[in-house]
C-alpha cells in the first residue's frame, strides 16, 4: 500500500490515461504530438482543446480550461477533488485508502455519525414519500392538484407529506435511530415537556440535496391559513446541512449534464418556482434557499455553467436580490443576463398565465446585468428633480467603475442617456475624468509592469525548457536568486530535486502541488509553445542575460544612490570597485561573478 496520499494519488493516475478517460467523454483525433477534440466545457465548432499524452495533461486554446485527469473528471462530473479520485478509483479497481482518518479516532467516529445522520435523512424522505399517497394526506394532494403537479415532478423532487407530531419519530425509532441521532439530523424537535416532535407536522415536504444527491435536509409548506406560522420551515444547520450553501434543483442539473452540455442556468427564487420551470421544459433552473446568494453559490453553480441568467419575483424585494446577485455572478467571472418580468410576476404566476412559449421569449430577452443594473437604480428616480439626478449619476458612474476598460464604460451611455437624459459627452467626461497626477502615475505604474512582464516572459520560457528537459538548459546556472515569486522558486526546486537524484518528472503532478486556478503563469508554462521562438537555444541564453541584466541594473542603480550618500572615503572606493565590476560585467555580458 502506498505510504501516503501523494504516493498514492500518483499511483491512481499512472494508471488512469488521460487519453483513455477523456475518449470516453469527447471524440479524439490525433494530430502532431496530441489529440484535439471539441471543448466539452464551452460552445464550439472547431476543436480548440488538446490533450498531451506524454505530459498527461490537458488545455483548451479557447475557453483556456486546463488540467490533469482528475481535473478534467472533477469539471465533466461536477464534483470536487475527493469525488472524481473515488470515480477514477473505481474505474481502475484501486480503493480510496481512507488516510484521513488513520490513527484518528475522534475523526473516524465524527464520519459514522455523518453516515448515520444521511442514512436517517433518507429513509425519513422515502416515507415522507409514501405518506403523500395515503387517504390522511389530502390536504397535500389537494395543494397538488391545484398547483397542477404531475407525477414526473413529484417523483423529480420527491414530494412527501408529514402527517403529524408524532409518527415520523415513531416510524425512524422503530427502524432502530435514537433521538440524538434524530435531533442531530434535525429531523426532530423537543418541547417543553422533554418530549420529541416532528417539526415538520401537517406540511408538503421538499427534501434537500446536495451536489452528490444526497438528502441532507428539508424545506416543508404550510398548507393552510395560518399567518402565526411561517409559509416555509427549512432544516436547522445540521452536520451535513448548511442553508447558506445548498442551491434547490443543483442535484438534478448536475444529473442533466452527465447526458448533455448544460449552455446556461436559470436562477429562479423558491422551489415551487424551479418545480413550475422543470414543468415547462426549462430543466435548467435553480434557487436559494430562502437565504441570500454568496459566492458559494457561485462556485458550486461555476462547476455546471458559466453562464446564468437571473430571474427572481418582479417585485421590489425581488430586483433587490436579483441585482445583488448578478454582481456576486459577475465578479465569480460569469457571463450574467438578468430578467425582470412584467408585472410584478414570478415564474410560477408568469407560467400558469402565458405559458412556456411566452417564459422562453421573456428568457430569449433577459438583458446584460449591467444594464439591468442601471434599471435597477433608476427605479423610483425623478429626474426633473436635481439632486434625485445627481445621486443617480453618482451610482450609475460607481457601477460603471467596476467595467475594466473604457470600452466596455461605454456601451452603457446611450441606455443611460435614454432613460435619464443626461447628455452622453457629459457621461464622457464624468466617467473618463481622470487628473494629470493620476495619469502620470498609472503611466510609471504600466512602465513598471512592461519591465517585469518581460522578465516573467524570460522567465517562464526558462521554467518550461527546465521543465520539458531541453538539451540546451545550463542546470548548473543559479536560477533561483533571480526568482521573484514563491510560486516560481518553488516549482524551480521541484524541477531540481528531480534532476539531482535522475528521477523521472511527471508534469501532471505540478496540478497536486499547485492551485492553477490562482497561478495562470503555470498555465502557460507547462503549456509553453517552443515553435514560437525560432532558434530555442539562442532565445534561452538571451532570456537568462535578460534577467541577469535586469538585475546587475537594480543593483548598480542601489549602489549608485549610496555612493551619493556615503561619506566615508574608503566606503566610497569600495563603492565604486563594486559600480566598475558590475559596469564591466554589463558590457561584457558575462552572466556569472
Not at 141 to 159: A, C, G, H, P, S
Not at 371 to 380: E, K, P, S, T
Not at 472 to 498: R, W
Not at 576 to 590: D, G, V, W
Request: glycine share 4%.
Amino acid at each position: 500500500m502506498a505510504k501516503d496520499f501523494k504516493e498514492w494519488l500518483g499511483e491512481l493516475k499512472s494508471k488512469c490515461d488521460i487519453v483513455s478517460v477523456m475518449s470516453k467523454y469527447c471524440h479524439l483525433v490525433q494530430k502532431g504530438r496530441g489529440y484535439w477534440t471539441c471543448c466539452p466545457f464551452h460552445l464550439e465548432k472547431t476543436p480548440s482543446l488538446c490533450i498531451y499524452e506524454y505530459e498527461q495533461t490537458y488545455h483548451c486554446y479557447g475557453c483556456k480550461e486546463h488540467g490533469d485527469v482528475v481535473k478534467f473528471v472533477q469539471k465533466i462530473e461536477s464534483c470536487d477533488f475527493m469525488q472524481a479520485v473515488e470515480i477514477l478509483a473505481k474505474s481502475v479497481g484501486m480503493e480510496v485508502p481512507n488516510f484521513s482518518l488513520k490513527n484518528d479516532d475522534g475523526i473516524e467516529k465524527r464520519k459514522k455519525e455523518k453516515d448515520l445522520v444521511l442514512q436517517a435523512l433518507n429513509d425519513a424522505m422515502l416515507h415522507y414519500k409514501e405518506n403523500l399517497y395515503k387517504e390522511i394526506a389530502k390536504p397535500a394532494q389537494e395543494y397538488i392538484k391545484k398547483r397542477k403537479l404531475t407525477i414526473n415532478q413529484l417523483n423529480d423532487f420527491v414530494l412527501g407529506y408529514s402527517v403529524d407530531y408524532n409518527e415520523m419519530p415513531n416510524y425512524l425509532i422503530g427502524k432502530g435511530y435514537s433521538y440524538d441521532i434524530l435531533q442531530k439530523a434535525g429531523l426532530v424537535d423537543k418541547n417543553q415537556k422533554g418530549n420529541f416532535y416532528d417539526p415538520f407536522a401537517y406540511r408538503l415536504m421538499f427534501p434537500l440535496f446536495n451536489m452528490y444527491n444526497e438528502c441532507v435536509g428539508f424545506s416543508a409548506r404550510i398548507l393552510t391559513n395560518d399567518k402565526t406560522k411561517a409559509k416555509y420551515r427549512n432544516s436547522s444547520n445540521t452536520v451535513v446541512f448548511d442553508k447558506s450553501n445548498l442551491i434547490y434543483g443543483l442535484n438534478l442539473l448536475r444529473q442533466q449534464k452527465q447526458k448533455e452540455a448544460i449552455d446556461k442556468i436559470i436562477i429562479v427564487e423558491g422551489q415551487m418556482d424551479v418545480i413550475a420551470m422543470h414543468k415547462a421544459g426549462f430543466k435548467n433552473a435553480v434557487a436559494c434557499l430562502g437565504t441570500a446568494f454568496t459566492e458559494k453559490h457561485a462556485k458550486q453553480l461555476k462547476l455546471v455553467s458559466p453562464n446564468v441568467i437571473c430571474c427572481l419575483d418582479g417585485d421590489k424585494a425581488g430586483l433587490a436580490a436579483c441585482n445583488k446577485i448578478v454582481d456576486i455572478l459577475a465578479s465569480e467571472g460569469f457571463t450574467v443576463k438578468a430578467l425582470k418580468l412584467p408585472n410584478g410576476n414570478d415564474p410560477d404566476e408568469y407560467i400558469k398565465e402565458h405559458g412556456a412559449t411566452k417564459m422562453q421569449q421573456q428568457l430569449d430577452n433577459a438583458v446584460d446585468y449591467i444594464d439591468f443594473q442601471i434599471d435597477y437604480l433608476a427605479m423610483g428616480v425623478d429626474f426633473k428633480q436635481s439632486n434625485q439626478k445627481t445621486k443617480f449619476m453618482r451610482d450609475v458612474i460607481a457601477l460603471l467603475d467596476k467595467l475594466n476598460s473604457d470600452s466596455e464604460k461605454q456601451v452603457y451611455f446611450k441606455h443611460i442617456r435614454d432613460i435619464s437624459g443626461i447628455p452622453t459627452d457629459i457621461l464622457r467626461q464624468d466617467v473618463f475624468n481622470r487628473n494629470v497626477t493620476q495619469t502620470e502615475q498609472s503611466s510609471k505604474i504600466e512602465d513598471n509592469l512592461n519591465i517585469e512582464d518581460g522578465s516573467n516572459k524570460a522567465l517562464k520560457f526558462i521554467l518550461a525548457s527546465m521543465l520539458y528537459k531541453k538539451e540546451y538548459v545550463n542546470y548548473n546556472f543559479n536560477l533561483k536568486k533571480y526568482l521573484f515569486n514563491d510560486t516560481y522558486a518553488k516549482l524551480y526546486d521541484l524541477i531540481m530535486s528531480k534532476t539531482n537524484s535522475d528521477q523521472n518528472f511527471r508534469i501532471s503532478s505540478l496540478y497536486d502541488e499547485f492551485n492553477f486556478d490562482e497561478e495562470p503563469n503555470l498555465v502557460d508554462i507547462i503549456n509553453y509553445n517552443f515553435e514560437e521562438n525560432g532558434n530555442n537555444e539562442k532565445y534561452y541564453n538571451e532570456c537568462l542575460w535578460n534577467i541577469v541584466e535586469k538585475d546587475l541594473i537594480n543593483q548598480q542603480a542601489k549602489l549608485n544612490e549610496q555612493f551619493q550618500n556615503c561619506t566615508d572615503v574608503n566606503q566610497r572606493k569600495q563603492i565604486l570597485l563594486s559600480i566598475a565590476k558590475i559596469t564591466n560585467r554589463l558590457k561584457n555580458k558575462n552572466m556569472e561573478d
